[in-house]
């Protein structure tokens, strides 16, 4: 589009005003870790320390929390992958009745605000499965809205290829089997790995379905956060396990990003980079 | 006799595949069986468990959980002038947040999708995606540092003798337009791109105003991609407690749900039914405007 100078002007100090916006709360938190005043908060900090790090490091409580983060984005990941893969697979290569309603079906988990998700699953496990809550339920409300982020990706990338080459395998007699594992799945393999990607860095940041899920006992890591930001004392050792937590969720948004544009990103060219960013836009 | 063992596992897989072979139906019924099986039953079976509780009561004295129906958690929602008022401030703020996120992320996305460099664009894909994915509690945690007296915002408005909002509805307001702003950058990104830039340069040729284009070419077509944003912002609004909670002390929805989930779940249900029905009304309308194309 051709603008004015002073139109191209204006939009570039906005974008630069945007992205200043977006990023100067993550660069302060990640001041905060290196706070020496400790637990006042004032800004700016007298100085700047390494010494809340071995601190946090040795904190027990928050390492459990940590370990008990990995595993619940593990276990939720591989559920995602596997009912994200068939629905994607369903939809984007066979014709049937209510295909329309799955891609809905699975949309809705995030559609809807995550509290109803927390609440109904806490619901249905304490008042009619009887089943206590705690890292299971977790897993469960995790998985269900982490499905959507590998089915978007794995569906976009079966749409942008053909058909043809699984028709293909078959005519030239590989059998089910064998045409998705020497066809398919390596045509879909980065937007699986980008998918399951997101997929662990979404469940390890959750907190409000997890809050509703996770009941007395265990703690994930933002639980952790969010049960200790308000003592004082702790606070130091909270800006730490934040910094460490914006670091540990960007590296796989990042190589996510990678993957989804290395295969597909460059042969398609802007079109095609469109889609991809649209895929992995719907959280 | 391994190499049989081998033989015989492979026949059975072979077998196994030959049932699928020109079967279609056979196909999409076991590629859909665990997924829809999941969502169904597990999720949509949950949301039917939360509308049933919603009509439970508990009883006052012993604090169990009654299982009969009953209107009593829908009469207090809808007859305590608290309950009315929560649930108008939080629509209110989610409109509010969404408008705010809408015009904020347009000359953003606009930037990325029709001005900037293939590779300028690229580079602000990546960087408007990080921070959409990551740390969503430390978001909330690094505003509530920023806002507080000491804090960076007060800090930087000092000199000009002016003072930040301090905690309440306003921080409310300002931090959750923060957190969604991403979510409305990028469908609206999307939708622009899909623009041909053949129908702009022909808006321009036919001598129409720059802002003419904007707005009878540019905004009618984007504009289903703002809507497909806003679901996004709406509704992440819609159920968020900890921003409220840790930046203000007014209550929302997600609050009022937060406290009652322990002692109470039959009222917390009912007022988790909330959310759902503005967001269904909410993706009608949507619907209706063509967003789904951008989702």
């Given amino acids: 589009m051709r603008l004015s100078k002073r139109a191209t002007w204006l939009l570039r100090t906005g974008v630069g005003l945007g992205l200043a916006f977006i990023y100067v709360p993550l660069i302060v938190v990640g001041i905060y870790a290196f706070n020496a005043s400790g637990t006042t908060q004032k800004w700016p900090p007298s ?14 409580a928050a390492r459990d929390a940590f370990l008990t983060s990995i595993k619940a984005g593990l276990a939720a990941t591989a559920i995602a992958i596997v009912l994200g893969t068939l629905a994607a697979l369903a939809v984007a290569r066979h014709r049937f009745f209510g295909r329309e309603t799955i891609s809905f079906l699975v949309v809705l988990p995030i559609a809807l605000p995550g509290i109803v998700t927390g609440v109904a699953i806490s619901n249905t496990f304490t008042q009619v499965l009887g089943v206590s809550l705690g890292l299971f339920a977790v897993v469960v409300g995790h998985a269900t809205f982490c499905i959507v982020v590998v089915y978007n990706n794995v569906v976009a990338r079966l749409r942008r290829t053909s058909a043809s080459f699984e028709e293909a395998s078959a005519d030239l007699g590989a059998h089910t089997w064998q045409t998705f594992r020497f066809v398919t799945l390596p045509t879909m393999r980065t937007a699986l790995g980008a998918g399951a990607l997101l997929a662990f860095a979404l469940s390890f940041d959750e907190i409000i379905v997890t809050t509703f899920t996770i009941g007395a006992g265990a703690e994930t890591l933002p639980i952790w956060i969010f049960r200790n930001l308000f003592r004082p004392t702790q606070l130091p050792i909270v800006n730490v396990v934040a910094l ?13 990003h990678r993957l989804s544009r290395e295969e597909g990103g460059a042969a398609a060219g802007k079109g095609g980079r469109a889609t991809e960013a649209e895929a992995t836009a719907v959280p | 006799m391994a190499a049989e063992a081998v033989a015989g596992k492979r026949s059975v897989g072979h077998r196994l595949a030959g049932l699928f072979q020109g079967r279609p139906r056979l196909q999409v019924g076991t590629l859909l069986a665990g997924p829809v099986g999941w969502l169904v039953v597990g999720y949509l079976g949950s949301l039917a468990v939360l509308l049933v509780t919603a009509f439970w009561s508990v009883d006052a004295l012993s604090g169990e959980v009654i299982q009969g129906f009953g209107l009593e958690n829908f009469e207090a929602l809808f007859e305590e002038p608290v309950y009315r008022d929560i649930v108008g401030r939080t629509v209110g703020v989610a409109a509010l947040v969404t408008l705010t996120d809408a015009i904020l992320a347009f000359p953003i996305a606009f930037y990325m999708a029709k001005v900037a460099s293939r590779r300028g664009t690229a580079i602000l894909v990546v960087a408007i995606l990080l921070p959409l994915w990551s740390s969503y509690l430390v978001k909330v945690l690094a505003w509530r540092t920023m806002l507080s007296n000491d804090g960076i915002v007060n800090w930087a408005l000092e000199p000009f003798g002016l003072h930040g909002p301090g905690y309440g509805i306003v921080a409310v307001w300002l931090v959750m337009s923060y957190l969604w702003l ?6 609206i990104y999307a939708g622009l791109e899909r623009i041909p830039n053949s129908l702009i340069s022909a808006s321009e040729d036919l001598g129409a105003h720059p802002l003419t284009t904007f707005r009878r070419v540019i905004l009618p077509l984007s504009f289903p991609a703002v809507v497909a944003g806003s679901i996004f912002t709406f509704s992440l609004t819609l159920g968020d407690y900890i921003t409220p909670r840790l930046v203000s002390n007014d209550q929302f929805i997600g609050n009022v749900i937060f406290n009652n989930i322990t002692n109470n779940q039959p009222f917390a249900a009912a007022l988790a039914i909330v959310p759902i029905v503005v967001m269904i ?4 309308v949507a619907r209706k405007l063509g967003a789904f194309e951008h989702v």
């Fill in chain 1, 47 to 60: 100085g700047l320390t390494f010494e809340w790090f071995p601190k946090a490091i040795e904190n027990e």
């Fill in chain 2, 182 to 187: 991403p979510y409305m950058i990028l469908p």
């Fill in chain 1, 244 to 256: 460490l937590v914006v670091l540990l969720s960007i590296i796989p948004v990042y190589l996510a």
């Fill in chain 2, 281 to 284: 009304a909410y993706l009608l």
